[in-house]
């Protein structure tokens, strides 16, 4: 009897056990299962059920239904800016298109139509070329590039910048502001095209007559680089965007620019990179002012030779 009743007995408990068991996995049963059709279907749209009960099982899924938002997010700004960049790269190949097929039917008879389709051609391949420089630099940038540092010069960086960008300003007044001696550990190509990019949206930016001033000042551990126009400003509904891939304040179809909005998005990464951040301030019709915060170098402590060993070695 003492057998049946042991035998009894363990065979109740193992059908409680069962029972509570599939109870409790159900849910996973069912996480499971979503989320294998999730990765079936790719739909990332879809979220897991989240359990009623606040235990480890409600706190697996909602972590995974954070992932799954980020992922839906990032694989949505990729698929944006593939679609960008391709609707970019289209325009200026259309033009190029449309001026050899004029030079085919035979436009180059006339020698003022013939040089107008070829300089066309020649700007939107120039347009292309920088968009392509573009998107490379910013696909580096995606895929964790590490950049090259170095002992940067900043005041030397803006000097050279201003030499070379000094000659395009058509009317508008470059000039070098406040020049303190600051470095910084970073990548030369890198600051300069930053550097030059923020250079060149202030002239763009700025009609003739204005000002456009570029300055290196150092305050506290920061490195401050500041590039201040008289131009047009930026109205406070486009500012939070403006470092944005692809984001421009004029409509693509009315500008007169001819840029592509991946300019900023570039300073962006590139002061974010060397451990710093890019600012901005603005007045519509009034101005901007850009100032990319870098960590600046700590000066080498420069230990004074004693005046007689300087004579010596100057001996
Ligand atoms: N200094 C400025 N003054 C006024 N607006 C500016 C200034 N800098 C940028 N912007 C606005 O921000 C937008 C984004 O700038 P960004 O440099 O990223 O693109 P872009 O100059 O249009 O093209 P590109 O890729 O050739 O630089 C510009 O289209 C312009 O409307
Ligand atoms: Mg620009």
């Known amino acids: ?11 109740l408990a193992a059908l409680i056990g069962w029972f509570l068991a599939s109870r409790a996995m159900r849910p996973v049963d069912r996480m499971t299962r979503t989320a294998r059709a999730i990765g079936d279907s790719g739909d990332l749209t879809r979220r897991l059920e989240e ?55 035979g436009a ?25 420089a573009d998107l490379l630099a910013l696909a580096r940038a995606d895929a964790g590039q590490p950049l090259v540092r170095k002992p940067i010069e900043l005041d030397a960086l803006l000097i050279e910048a201003y030499q070379q960008q000094r000659r395009l300003a058509e009317g508008v007044n470059l000039t070098l502001g406040e020049l303190e001696q600051v ?16 250079v060149d949206n202030a002239l763009r930016y700025t009609p003739p007559g204005g000002d456009v001033t570029l300055d290196v000042t ?3 551990s920061w490195a401050l680089l500041r590039v201040r126009d008289t131009g047009v400003g930026i109205s406070a509904e486009h500012l939070p965007h403006i470092f944005e891939r692809f984001y421009r304040v004029d409509p693509p179809r009315t500008r ?13 990464w590139v002061a974010e990179a060397h451990g710093g951040r890019i600012e901005v ?21 420069q230990h004074s030779a004693p005046a007689e060993l300087v004579a010596t070695a100057q001996r």
């Open 281 to 301: 301030a603005s007045t519509v019709d009034h101005g901007s002012v850009f100032t990319v915060f870098l960590p600046a170098r700590t000066p080498a402590v």
């Open 183 to 198: 470095e910084v550990m970073g990548d030369a190509d890198r600051l300069k095209q930053l550097v030059l990019n923020l």
């Open 51 to 105: 359990p009623r009960e606040r235990d480890e099982l409600r706190r697996l899924a909602s972590t995974f239904n954070d992932m799954l938002a980020r992922l839906d997010q990032a694989v949505g700004a990729q698929r944006r800016f593939l679609a960008d960049a391709s609707h970019e790269l289209r325009s200026p190949l259309a033009a190029i298109r449309t001026n050899v097929e004029a030079l085919l039917r």
């Open 218 to 220: 150092r305050e506290a």
């Open 256 to 268: 007169h620019s001819g840029g592509t909005g991946l300019g900023l998005a570039i300073c962006k």
């Open 1 to 11: 009897m003492l057998a049946a009743v042991v035998l009894g007995a363990l065979a």
């Open 108 to 132: 180059d008879a006339d020698p003022t139509d013939r040089e107008e389709s070829l300089r066309a051609i020649a700007r939107e391949t120039d347009r292309m070329g920088r968009l392509v």
